[in-house]
T-cell receptor, first 113, second 117 residues
Framework: GQSLEQPSEVTAVEGAIVQINCTYQTSGFYGLSWYQQHDGGAPTFLSYNALDGLEETGRFSSFLSRSDSYGYLLLQELQMKDSASYFCAVPPYNAGNNRKLIWGLGTSLAVNP | DTEVTQTPKHLVMGMTNKKSLKCEQHMGHRAMYWYKQKAKKPPELMFVYSYEKLSINESVPSRFSPECPNSSLLNLHLHALQPEDSALYLC????????????????FGAGSRLTVL
């Protein structure tokens, strides 16, 4: 089977840096995606890592270590608007025609003034 | 056009009603999805269409009936729903293949918030 673990809640202050971790247990692995969802809104794709290392997109970066079955989303210069839920997700092993992403339970990030 | 449009945004229906949720995308994506999401939970996959054919049905009750009339449109027909079906229903689309810009990159619509009385 496949499972993803991420913290349920994280709290930080404006201007700070926060790291949201995601560990996965899968029988195979293609890559790790991150999605952001504001309350009442729809999930929005943030990033995808297929290879080890850090991918940077503005204030957000995503990191993957395949050997450690671990990834994280790094948010810098936090703003109040970053308060949202963040989900990690992976494609199923031997995906083929199976397009069912496996989702983590989500991390609720609260950014305080 | 990089949007997925869903209508209606809100829907209240009784348990004997018949209604439909609609979804449209013009990104040339050939995979389209229906997800159900309860508060504070991840999206839960219901159906997947690939090239307008149903490829995944996650054992969804028959009171939910999907339809993909063409490559841009996806409908979800609702009939005899239960109060526990109240949720946010999300449509999404993606390219078909896996990879950096493939099926792991879903573009979601804003969702239809359904309340069943």
């Amino acid at each position: 089977g496949q499972s993803l673990e991420q913290p349920s809640e994280v709290t930080a202050v404006e201007g700070a840096i926060v790291q949201i971790n995601c560990t996965y247990q899968t029988s195979g692995f293609y890559g790790l995606s991150w999605y952001q969802q504001h309350d009442g809104g729809a999930p929005t794709f943030l990033s995808y890592n297929a290879l080890d290392g850090l991918e940077e997109t503005g204030r957000f970066s995503s990191f993957l270590s395949r050997s450690d079955s671990y990834g994280y989303l790094l948010l810098q210069e936090l703003q109040m608007k970053d308060s949202a839920s963040y989900f990690c997700a992976v494609p199923p092993y031997n995906a083929g025609n199976n397009r069912k992403l496996i989702w983590g339970l989500g991390t609720s990030l609260a950014v305080n003034p | 056009d990089t949007e997925v449009t869903q209508t209606p945004k809100h829907l209240v229906m009784g348990m004997t009603n018949k209604k439909s949720l609609k979804c449209e995308q013009h990104m040339g994506h050939r995979a389209m999805y229906w997800y159900k999401q309860k508060a504070k939970k991840p999206p839960e996959l219901m159906f997947v269409y690939s090239y307008e054919k149903l490829s995944i049905n996650e054992s969804v009750p028959s009171r939910f009936s999907p339809e993909c009339p063409n490559s841009s449109l996806l409908n979800l027909h609702l009939h005899a729903l239960q109060p526990e079906d109240s949720a946010l229903y999300l449509c999404a689309s993606s390219q078909v293949g896996w990879g950096g810009t493939g099926a792991n990159v879903l573009t979601f619509g804003a969702g239809s918030r359904l309340t069943v009385l």
